[in-house]
């Protein structure tokens, strides 16, 4: 699919927006070859013009605004990006009769805008915004809607200046699933690399401790993923824990999260080590209880290891637990889903967090070309997650899109009241400071006093981590940089 854009400079949005209802790759041109399918989209002055050409049918719509059309929260760019995209949605819905659950919105954070929006202009003609400028549908704007309520309190918590989290990075896993693309190891070829990588991360951790208490941070959170942080060996584990204990105060944390995702990568010992290492919080995944899709996608546990990890964790004391799910998994039925999610209820994790499966390019789902559920799938099980956790308690706290989703859906986390996750908003929504250390690890500045963000990249690989060590520890003085300015 071609797209040309003329006399405007909206091609990020252009393309997402192409790409909601054509997936396959799309070529910015300037021009194309007679009977190519293509979408033109033009601007002059205040007159916009959309052409669509799809099978040898074209279609065209032209819109003219003036000065004084444009409401006064608005800025010209994005008050004619907009209309572009609304203009291009109409053609596009007619023409392959798919009509995107979240309109013309293609950003990650769909419950920030919205939290902006009603600020702006008050709840009631923020939900008609969404409805009628951004065509999203009442049901996902009724849960931007009440994410964005969820969150406002959790991120007037972490805005002190001083405000900080802490992430560590330990990407290994037991096997590679087949839709990851995350920067990850699987333990039959790392094993040998994870007592190294530790002792280079116990270092890094340890000149982060250093910086942090230098600037007078204070630490509100913590959270270990990857990868699957329970891949350690119980010594490389406890080595890790013991580092963030003595380099970092805790005394003032109000959340500490480890994924102990795999099943089968924890024994009672390891929940032990983050029990005593003042863990309050973890995560054990199963993605669904259908023994048939986990083989599919190549995770070599069992549902039973997932019950058996459920009862270890609470006699171990753990009272705050999360379960990932993910709608839209391949060979997955509506009714094996339905039968996950009554499976994960009757566990009552005080967390639940769906996420509909992503196509990502170097997953290995995408480079075999192996059969996948459609989009509709994914929304059936979407809209039945929505009815079923709202009948029993469960509030939607936390919400983020991704590129390439079935049905242009959501990942949303789910909580019972009083026991949201802290850092997973605090990171999404980019309200302080996230110091992070391992490979694959993005340490996030934010300026108190204003939406500055800057980023601090670690190498992605172990091995390179490893090997150029100075330089990520050199990087670090960019921390202390930012928050002397």
Same mark, same amino acid.
């Given at each position: 699919?071609?797209?040309?854009?003329?006399?405007?400079?909206?091609?990020?949005?252009?393309?997402?927006?192409?790409?909601?209802?054509?997936?396959? *790759?799309?070529?910015?041109?300037?021009?194309?070859?007679?009977?190519? %399918?293509?979408?033109?989209?033009?601007?002059?002055?205040?007159?916009?013009?959309?052409?669509?050409?799809?099978?040898?049918?074209?279609?065209?719509?032209?819109?003219?605004?003036? $000065?004084? %059309?444009?409401?006064?929260?608005?800025?010209?760019?994005?008050?004619?990006?907009?209309?572009?995209?609304?203009?291009?949605?109409?053609?596009?819905?007619?023409?392959?009769?798919?009509?995107? !659950?979240?309109?013309?919105?293609?950003?990650?954070?769909?419950?920030?805008?919205?939290? *902006?929006?009603?600020?702006?202009?008050?709840?009631?003609?923020?939900?008609?915004?969404?409805?009628?400028?951004?065509?999203?549908?009442?049901?996902?704007?009724? #849960?931007?809607?009440?994410?964005?309520?969820?969150?406002?309190?959790?991120?007037?918590?972490?805005?002190?200046?001083?405000?900080?989290? #802490?992430?560590?990075?330990?990407?290994?896993?037991?096997?590679?699933?087949?839709?990851?693309?995350?920067?990850?190891?699987?333990?039959?070829?790392?094993?040998?690399?994870?007592?190294?990588?530790?002792?280079?991360?116990?270092?890094?951790?340890?000149?982060?401790?250093?910086?942090?208490?230098?600037?007078?941070?204070?630490?509100?959170?913590?959270?270990?993923?990857?990868?699957? !942080?329970?891949?350690?060996?119980?010594?490389?584990?406890?080595?890790?824990?013991?580092?963030?204990?003595?380099?970092?105060?805790?005394?003032?944390?109000?959340?500490?999260?480890?994924?102990?995702?795999?099943?089968?990568?924890?024994?009672?010992?390891?929940?032990?080590?983050?029990?005593?290492?003042?863990?309050?919080?973890?995560?054990?995944?199963?993605?669904?209880?259908?023994?048939?899709?986990?083989?599919?996608?190549?995770?070599?546990?069992? &549902?039973?290891?997932?019950?058996?990890?459920?009862?270890?964790?609470?006699?171990?004391?753990? &009272?705050?637990?999360?379960?990932?799910?993910?709608?839209?998994? $391949?060979?997955?039925?509506?009714?094996?889903?339905?039968?996950?999610?009554?499976?994960?209820?009757?566990?009552?994790?005080?967390?639940?967090?769906?996420?509909?499966?992503? #196509?990502?390019?170097?997953?290995?789902?995408?480079?075999?070309?192996?059969?996948?559920?459609?989009?509709?799938?994914?929304?059936?099980?979407?809209?039945?997650?929505?009815?079923?956790?709202?009948?029993?308690?469960?509030? !939607?706290?936390?919400?983020?899109?991704?590129?390439?989703?079935?049905?242009?859906?959501?990942?949303?986390?789910?909580?019972?009241?009083?026991?949201?996750?802290?850092?997973?908003?605090?990171?999404?929504?980019?309200?302080?400071?996230?110091? &992070?250390?391992?490979?694959?690890?993005?340490?996030?500045?934010?300026? !108190?006093?204003?939406?500055?963000?800057?980023?601090?990249?670690?190498? *992605?690989?172990?091995?390179?981590?490893?090997?150029?060590? %100075?330089?990520?520890?050199?990087?670090? *003085?960019?921390?202390?940089?930012?928050?002397?300015?």
């Amino acid at each position: 699919m071609y797209l040309i854009n003329l006399n405007h400079k909206f091609n990020y949005e252009t393309e997402n927006l192409l790409r909601l209802f054509f997936p396959e *790759k799309i070529v910015q041109s300037e021009e194309v070859s007679e009977g190519e %399918d293509y979408i033109l989209t033009e601007l002059a002055g205040g007159k916009i013009r959309v052409k669509l050409c799809l099978d040898g049918k074209i279609k065209e719509k032209t819109k003219e605004y003036a $000065p004084g %059309d444009i409401p006064s929260f608005d800025t010209e760019e994005s008050f004619f990006e907009r209309k572009i995209a609304l203009l291009m949605f109409d053609l596009l819905c007619k023409a392959t009769s798919y009509t995107p !659950p979240w309109g013309i919105l293609t950003g990650v954070r769909p419950a920030k805008l919205m939290g *902006k929006l009603v600020q702006q202009m008050g709840e009631e003609k923020a939900k008609e915004y969404f409805r009628g400028e951004l065509k999203v549908t009442k049901e996902k704007t009724d #849960l931007a809607l009440c994410v964005s309520k969820k969150e406002a309190p959790i991120i007037d918590g972490a805005s002190g200046e001083k405000s900080f989290s #802490l992430y560590v990075s330990v990407p290994f896993c037991p096997t590679r699933c087949s839709y990851c693309s995350f920067i990850s190891h699987s333990n039959d070829k790392a094993k040998k690399l994870m007592p190294q990588y530790v002792e280079y991360m116990i270092k890094e951790i340890e000149e982060t401790g250093r910086i942090a208490r230098e600037l007078g941070l204070k630490l509100e959170s913590v959270y270990y993923g990857g990868g699957t !942080p329970t891949a350690l060996t119980e010594e490389l584990l406890k080595k890790v824990t013991d580092a963030v204990s003595e380099s970092f105060d805790l005394t003032g944390v109000k959340e500490y999260t480890i994924e102990a995702g795999r099943p089968d990568s924890v024994t009672k010992e390891k929940f032990r080590i983050m029990k005593n290492c003042g863990c309050n919080r973890i995560s054990i995944n199963p993605q669904t209880f259908n023994d048939d899709v986990l083989k599919e996608i190549g995770r070599n546990h069992t &549902s039973e290891q997932t019950l058996e990890a459920m009862k270890q964790a609470r006699e171990e004391g753990f &009272s705050f637990i999360n379960m990932d799910l993910i709608a839209g998994l $391949p060979t997955d039925t509506l009714e094996s889903y339905k039968n996950t999610l009554q499976t994960v209820l009757s566990l009552e994790p005080e967390n639940i967090t769906v996420h509909t499966l992503a #196509l990502k390019r170097s997953a290995t789902l995408v480079t075999d070309k192996r059969e996948t559920n459609s989009g509709g799938v994914a929304s059936d099980m979407v809209s039945y997650t929505y009815e079923t956790l709202t009948a029993n308690g469960y509030i !939607p706290y936390y919400m983020y899109r991704q590129s390439k989703s079935l049905g242009n859906l959501e990942n949303v986390g789910w909580a019972k009241e009083g026991y949201e996750g802290l850092y997973n908003v605090y990171m999404m929504e980019e309200c302080h400071t996230i110091l &992070s250390v391992g490979a694959g690890a993005v340490t996030k500045l934010k300026n !108190p006093r204003g939406n500055e963000i800057e980023r601090i990249f670690n190498y *992605k690989y172990p091995y390179e981590y490893i090997n150029d060590f %100075d330089e990520i520890i050199n990087r670090k *003085k960019q921390i202390a940089q930012f928050y002397m300015r």
